[in-house]
């Protein structure tokens, strides 16, 4: 099982905010990264660190921490990110990486 | 621009081995950790593995460790994953991806279109 929750799904309107969150003791100590996946194509990173975007990724992006709990808010949400979204961090131990289960977010 | 091509995947017997491949270009890659990445058919990602930049510390999955071995040849820009005691459960896309320079080691900036492996029983 992971160490990071996620829930599985979640629901968006067009060009509202919504926010994907995971939830972790590692989260405590660590960041998390967040991941965009689409079915056939590779992951892409889209928040990292504190609050990171990488080159490319909208600045409707954003990532946050509180706790034991980190977020993943899109801000005027577009078809284009419906996806599923994967946050990671490291492990309790340090000596690992660990993925939550995704949560899968539609665009209505 | 960074590429990251996977090869190696087939269809295996359970028990079986394998050695999957990743070939890098488009950065120095002798100054980044490397690890690999699976996805199950409809399940999540999974972690499996890390080396760092020298190739001299390696980290696992606690489901892969003892049967896995990650390796890299500097020299040639490739990234390996030596794949043993396969069990169907092994059964996924296998990306290989880079990590990040600043952020640690969860952070996975460039990931290749993956190479499938079905070990069935």
């Known amino acids: 099982s992971s160490e990071l929750t996620q829930d599985p799904a979640v629901s968006v309107a067009l060009g509202q905010s919504v926010s994907i969150t995971c939830q972790g003791d590692s989260l405590r100590t660590f960041y998390a990264s967040w991941y965009q996946k689409k079915p056939g194509q590779a992951p892409v990173l889209v928040i990292y660190t504190k609050n990171n975007r990488p080159s490319g990724i909208p600045d409707r992006f954003s990532g946050s921490r509180s706790g034991n709990t980190a977020s993943l808010t899109i801000t005027g949400a577009q078809a284009e990110d419906e996806a599923d979204y994967y946050c990671?961090?490291?492990?309790?131990?340090?000596?690992?990486?660990?993925f939550g289960g995704g949560t899968k977010l539609t665009v209505l | 621009e960074v590429q990251l091509v996977e090869s190696g995947g087939v269809v295996v017997q359970s028990g079986g081995s394998l050695r999957l491949a990743c070939a890098a270009s488009?950065?120095?890659?002798?100054?980044?950790?490397m690890h690999w990445v699976r996805q199950a058919p409809g399940k999540g990602l999974e972690w499996v593995s890390l080396i760092n930049k020298y190739g001299d510390k390696t980290y696992y999955a606690d489901s892969v460790k003892g049967r896995f071995t990650i390796s890299r040849d500097n020299s040639k820009n490739s990234l390996y994953l030596q794949m043993n005691n396969l069990r169907t459960e092994d059964t996924g896309l296998y990306y290989c991806?880079?990590?990040?320079?600043?952020?640690?080691?969860?952070?996975?900036?460039?990931w290749g279109q993956g190479t499938l492996v079905t070990v069935s029983s």
């Open positions: 488009g950065f120095t890659f002798d100054a980044f950790s």
């Open positions: 991806t880079k990590e990040e320079i600043t952020s640690g080691w969860n952070t996975f900036d460039s």
């Open positions: 990671n961090s490291r492990d309790s131990s340090g000596n690992h990486v660990v």
